[in-house]
């Protein structure tokens, strides 16, 4: 099993930067790639970037391209996400997730950090 805990949430002003951060724990030798997603209050939760693991390659959603940037630090079994040029509608509840197969659908999430912008 697989243990994410999230780290690095607040409250910033529009144009701010947030780092956030996850620490897995437990099983973690067979991940092979991580994301973060968000959810904002009555919306879906929606991808945000994902990074696999071994390799480092990474994608982004089309709202957070240029702005956010996803990482890991292997050695530390940490995920990043450095969020720069926040808007009001980056505000939402920021998931990491983790899988250990190359299918779409992430087996393990951690329980989130709130991000809030303010205008």
């Known amino acids: 099993q697989v243990q994410l805990a999230e780290s690095g949430g607040g409250l910033v002003q529009a144009g701010g930067s947030l780092r956030l951060s996850c620490a897995a724990s437990?099983?973690?030798?067979?991940?092979?790639?991580m994301a973060w997603f968000r959810q904002a209050p009555g919306k879906e939760r929606e991808f945000v970037a994902t990074?696999?693991?071994?390799?480092?390659?990474?994608s982004y959603a089309d709202s957070v391209k240029g702005r956010f940037t996803i990482s890991r630090d292997n050695a530390k079994n940490t995920l990043y996400l450095q969020m720069n040029s926040l808007k009001p509608e980056d505000t939402a509840v920021y998931y990491c997730?983790?899988?250990?197969?190359?299918?779409?659908?992430?087996?393990?999430w951690g329980q989130g950090t709130q991000v809030t912008v303010s205008a």
């Open positions: 997730a983790a899988t250990e197969t190359t299918m779409p659908n992430y087996e393990h």
């Open positions: 437990g099983r973690t030798s067979n991940t092979y790639r």
């Open positions: 990074i696999t693991w071994s390799s480092g390659r990474t």
